[in-house]
């Protein structure tokens, strides 16, 4: 039996979240399929009640993918409650090479994926400078306050 992945993150405004997720992550915002111009107009195609469809919703992605096809399809969903609790599932963009990289040199990898993530909408909760141990990261929230971390 074959299987993908797609991870959902509920929401308030998915296609901010579409946004800031792309630069994150390197994604592209998900075409609607079958040549629609639209999701909503695919989704009207395959008879989703209008009821189901709020104003707005699938005019514009609410869905990225990896260009490369090698990672999770990641969907937006909106949901009315705003978040209240720390995540039980985030994401960790390891970008400085891993422990066989000098110490400084993942620090300036890191630095530099956090000025831009911030310059996109992110927020810095913590920083992790443990140069004993061989660690450096930071702990940033997204545009609507979900964590993930950089190291």
């Known amino acids: 039996m074959e299987m993908t992945l797609q991870l959902t993150i509920d929401c308030a405004d998915p296609r901010r979240l579409v946004a800031f997720w792309s630069e994150a992550l390197g994604y592209v915002p998900e075409p609607p399929p079958g040549g629609h111009a639209t999701w909503r107009a ?3 195609d395959m008879g989703v009640p209008e009821e189901e469809l709020p104003a707005g919703a699938g005019d514009l992605p609410e869905s990225i993918v990896d260009p490369a096809g090698r990672g999770p399809r990641v969907w937006f969903q909106h949901v009315p409650e705003p978040k209240t609790i720390k995540n039980r599932l985030h994401f960790d963009l390891k970008v400085g090479g891993g422990r ?3 110490l400084e040199v993942r620090k300036q990898r890191v630095t530099a994926t956090v000025e831009r993530l911030v310059r996109a909408g992110a927020g810095v909760l913590r920083v992790t ?3 004993e141990m061989d660690q450096y990261a930071v702990q940033l929230s997204d545009p609507e306050g979900n964590e993930f971390d950089v190291y």
Request: glycine share 0%.
């Open 42 to 44: 695919y989704w009207e």
């Open 100 to 102: 066989d990289v000098p």
């Open 129 to 131: 400078d443990r140069p």
